[in-house]
RNA sequence: GGGCGCAUAGCUCAGUUGGUUAGAGCGCUACAUUCACAUUGUAGAAGUCGUAGGUUCGAGUCCUAUUGCGCCCACCA
């Protein structure tokens, strides 16, 4: 029997127990299958301290309406789910609860705070996990992985060793972007740049004066009253200044060049050197010359042969080069120096500046430019396979515009800085003997996948490990074959790699989708996946990130709890449209509420209109498509177009198309006409049929996009749930999936996708429905142009000028009568003008209401009339006020305007109504 | 400096390779309530598709130029 639903749908309640159903029946969990094709996706891992922002929402959502629908159509659809340790991130929440006690890292040693990171981790690492659950995401959390896992590890320590023995992870001194408050040096693109408003400071440095040698005799400089001006944005950097540059072709500067000039404050003596690449324009084109605090600088400095000075700890402050500054962080050392500047009549000006600096990710802190000793991988050859497989179309980027942008990062691509100087992330298998360093600080180096117990050239035993860790990416950018357990070759890795779809966020494209696809090629010789689709970005509807630090982020569990998950789910899908960002607010979840209730209550009226017995029959053996009647012919046609073109769209990563497809369907077409079609037919057996069949078919399609709503529908329908055989597109070639009849499946998430009955679609249906249609709303039209009353019935005549047009009218007489409310509808060939009707010619069909019976004509004449008078004078009153001119010279100009569109708008309706009344009579 | 995206109804946006009358959601107006659903139904108003040229029988769609907004990369003393 039929299970009657309640008036209205409870998300709430059926969420948490379908999920749960779905865990204990291990329906998430995809085993490699000799009959099946595999389509596996690799989940971007969510960061460890992360918590759920609506762009997880979007993303996840995105991958669990693939898997689902994938799982469907007959693959093995494997979902690896996971989380990255986030080195920094996770670093620093511990760091923070630590700091609560009082507490610094240093003061527990290394060993003690991993623990406490570890711990933290138990505790508060799945959270993010149990998030995704209740988005309702069909991961496979048996194989759950984490980058910090023994398995995964290994993984990490054999690449790096690889490459290091391929001679592509080298160790130097280089500049790198450095966080003073995270204290560790961050890759270019964990310091993205962002605009500041600063300022340009102009400072003179002078002359020194001929023969005057101060380092050695010991006294003060003595410098000229003639002087260099150099614009900086970083004036406490000067005490690292080796150099002037200027450009050798620039008329002003050409006679100093090879001069010496005293560097104020500290009056250490710097030469002006000539370099091409000063730009004459900038400034007063006199560059200072930083080399161990700015990259520019550093390659000027190399090329010239400079000093590298560094006058900073690595917690931003000055060092002692800096001399009484010594201490000052590298702000307050900055004013400091600004101001004995001015004293000293050095400093020339300052103007306004907007410069762009490099901001932690993690901590938004300015990086300072900072010379230091780091590993680093070269990409230049990682890099050229990666480009000739997407150059291919091996690898394929949806919205395609992606592939240019990753192309010209690609060709211009820099080393990797990879080391950390932090504790939480895998330690770099690289062990330095002290024996052979001291011999010769260059030597010593020992890279192995064991920790070694001696030293291989000299035996000593006093063998250290390098304390630095591996940026984060160094382990993600493993993820599609380190999730496997390569280096094994297991089955599973044949099996599901490469995957099929990644799916993500433009701004992660070069942290992690182009280093995925270089890994995928020099680790396993292969592409990592196929498709990458890149998301569009979630923004408020005033077009910002939402972010927390913005305070703007709509938190997706709230909205779970207010609309409900299936809603939420919805709505994100169907404003996703390829690629393009998404705007939100609050009241966009409401249509995929309103929808989610829509279709609740009409699998509510069906269910209570089913008669069980008529419905356990296939559809396909019961009927041809001749026995049906025409509205049933038109909804089976409208679904198998409607499931075709669905496929399509999701096949294409059209999921906002696909939405929309399955929205109008449902409403504007099964609920707005078919279930109001046939009413009075609902005790038929082939309408019984039919509208449970469409029914069921539809929970299936739906199902990826709403999966709790469908399921709980779906369980609540008797009889047999499938018995066409599937496409099965993932099956592979010579497997016959065979009729699957009443086969008790303990859900909807492994039915199959519906098949498609190409022979049900039929044009000349629909075209015949919608003629039903629009003579409806015509009729709909008169009715309420003549204010009928809407429950009483009234006469119609049609007359159809064409045979054609009438044959198809007379199959179609009782749907008009029923939703037009009408009492006789009469059939006739030709329109004989008459008194007292009212027609209306629509395409080649008159379709006249003749008056008597109806409505008292006199007395809509009358109220017609009464409607025009009343117009009238609204009309006179409103040209009497344009014309005062007190009124257009002092009120405000919307508001004249406004008056004005009315009186047009009054004139129109007077028109109107004119012409009904002409027609009464 | 280089690249990309967007501009369509009051608002937020769809519109696949050029093709009948340019769509949706929200909002607005009028009417409807023993009906599966007011989280509803019926109907309505509302658009010179940013601007200017061009290609074409035909342009929201293709080309050129241009304006405004947003994003990315590089540079930034």
């Known amino acids: 029997m039929a299970q009657e639903l309640s008036k209205q749908y409870n998300p709430q ?16 969990s995809a085993k490699p299958s000799p009959d099946k094709l595999p389509y596996c996706i690799v989940i971007p891992p969510p960061n460890v301290t992360g918590i759920l922002h609506m762009g997880h929402a979007l993303n996840n959502t995105i991958q669990d309406i693939l898997i689902r629908y994938k799982k469907m159509r007959g693959f093995a659809a494997l979902w690896m789910p996971g989380v990255d340790h986030a080195g920094i991130a996770t670093q620093n929440v511990v760091e923070k609860a630590l700091a609560k006690e009082g507490l610094k890292r240093q003061d527990l040693g290394r060993e003690k705070f991993l623990e406490k990171v570890w711990e933290w981790k138990q505790l508060y690492g799945s959270t993010i996990i149990n998030q995704l659950k209740k988005l309702g995401c069909a991961c496979d959390w048996e194989r759950a992985r984490f980058t910090m896992d023994q398995e995964y590890s290994l993984a990490v320590t054999e690449v790096f060793v690889r490459l290091y023995e391929k001679k592509l992870i080298y160790q130097g001194h280089y500049i790198i972007n ?42 003060v400089p003595k410098y000229t009253d003639e002087f260099i001006i150099v614009a900086t944005t970083r004036p406490e950097t000067m005490f690292g200044d080796t150099a002037v540059a200027v450009n050798p072709k620039d008329k002003r500067y050409k006679k100093y060049i090879g001069k010496t000039l005293i560097l104020p404050l500290i009056k250490r003596e710097i030469k002006i050197i000539a370099d091409s690449s000063v730009d004459m324009e900038f400034g007063t084109g006199a560059v200072k010359v930083t080399p161990a605090h700015d990259p520019n600088d550093y390659v000027l400095g190399k090329k010239h042969n400079l000093e590298f000075i560094k006058i900073m700890h690595p917690d931003g402050s000055m060092n002692e080069i800096a001399e009484k500054y010594s201490g000052l962080d590298r702000f307050k050392a900055r004013e400091a120096v600004l101001e004995d500047l001015k004293q000293l009549g050095l400093l020339e000006k300052i103007i306004a500046h907007t410069f762009s600096a490099g901001h932690c990710y993690r901590c938004q802190t300015i990086v300072e430019p900072y010379l230091s000793q780091q590993w680093f991988i070269k990409m230049k050859p990682l890099a050229k396979p ?93 993820w599609p074959f380190a999730t496997f357990y390569w280096p094994k070759e297991n089955a599973d890795l044949k099996y599901f790699y490469p995957t099929a779809t990644l799916v993500t966020a433009p701004e992660i494209i070069f942290f992690w989708v182009a280093r995925m696809i270089m890994a995928g090629f020099e680790f396993k010789q292969q592409i990592p996946f196929k498709n990458v689709y890149i998301h569009g970005t979630v923004r408020d509807s005033q077009g910002k990130k939402m972010s927390k630090s913005l305070g703007n982020a709509l938190d997706p569990l709230e909205v779970i709890a207010e609309y409900g998950t299936d809603a939420l789910r919805f709505s994100l899908i169907s404003i996703t449209s390829q690629g393009q960002d998404v705007y939100l607010s609050k009241d966009r979840f409401e249509q995929g509420r309103n929808f989610a209730n829509k279709i609740w209550n009409a699998s509510r009226f069906i269910l209570i209109n089913l008669k069980p017995e008529d419905v356990n029959v296939d559809l396909c053996v019961f ?74 078919k539809y929970l299936r399609l739906i199902h990826p996009f ?36 009443s086969k008790v499946e303990p859900s909807i998430m492994q039915q199959n996708w519906p098949h498609l009955q190409s022979e049900l679609i039929n044009k000349q249906d629909e075209l015949q429905m919608e003629l039903a249609f629009e003579v409806i709303n015509v009729i709909r039209n008169m009715r309420a142009e003549l204010e009928v009353n809407p429950a009483s019935r009234i006469d119609i005549q049609i007359s159809a000028m064409s045979k054609l047009t009438q044959k198809s009218l007379e199959q179609l007489l009782s749907y008009i009568k029923n939703l037009a409310k009408v009492n006789a509808l009469t059939l006739t060939e030709k329109y004989i003008a008459q008194n007292n009707q009212y027609a209306v010619v629509f395409k080649d069909l008159h379709i006249v209401m003749p008056l008597e019976g109806v409505a008292d004509a006199a007395q809509q004449i009358n109220k017609t009339n009464l409607k025009i008078d009343k117009l009238k004078s609204e009309i006179k009153n409103k040209e009497a006020m344009l014309a005062n001119k007190n009124f257009t010279l002092r009120a405000p100009e919307e508001i004249v305007e406004a008056e004005k569109n009315k009186l047009i708008d009054m004139r129109e309706q007077v028109k109107k109504l004119e012409a009904i009344k002409n027609g009464l009579r």
């Not at 059926?14 to 329906?27: C, D, F, G, I, R």
């Not at 117990?453 to 993600?476: G, H, I, M, Y």
């Not at 041809?624 to 399509?648: A, C, H, M, P």
């Not at 047999?720 to 055989?725: E, L, M, N, R």
């Open 386 to 478: 990666a480009i000739k497989a997407v150059k291919k179309g091996e690898i394929k980027f949806y919205p395609d515009r992606w592939t240019k942008v990753y192309l010209n990062w690609m060709d211009n691509i820099q080393d990797w800085c990879i080391s950390r100087q932090i504790w939480w992330g895998h330690r770099m298998p690289v062990y330095y003997c002290k024996n052979c360093q001291e011999k010769n600080p260059k030597a010593g180096i020992i890279v192995s996948r064991i920790k070694p117990s001696k030293c291989p050239k000299c035996a000593s035993e006093s063998l250290t490990q390098e304390e630095d860790v591996l940026d984060t990416w160094f382990s993600s950018w493993l």
């Open 13 to 28: 309640d059926t969420e948490s127990k379908w999920y749960k159903v779905w865990e204990q029946n291990n329906l998430f």
């Open 706 to 741: 709403m999966p709790f709503i469908s399921e709980e529908i779906w369980q609540r329908l008797p009889g047999a749930k499938d018995s066409t055989p599937s496409t099965h597109p993932g099956l592979k070639p010579g497997v016959c999936s065979g009729l699957m009849v």
């Open 623 to 696: 009927f041809k498509r001749e026995q049906l009647d025409i509205v049933n012919r038109w909804i089976l046609s409208r679904f198998y177009t409607t499931l075709e073109k669905v496929g399509k769209e999701l096949d294409n990563f059209k999921f906002n198309e696909a939405a929309s497809s399955l929205y109008a369907f449902f409403w504007h077409e099964f609920c707005d006409w078919y279930l109001e079609l046939i009413k009075p037919q609902i005790g038929e057996k082939q309408t019984q049929i039919v509208m449970y069949k469409v029914l069921e």
């Open 178 to 219: 450095w966080c003073p408050r995270c204290q560790t040096a961050l890759s270019d693109e964990e310091a993205a740049r962002a605009e500041l408003q600063g300022s340009l400071y102009y400072l003179k440095y002078p002359f020194k004066i001929l023969g005057d040698s101060p380092q050695k005799t010991g006294t």
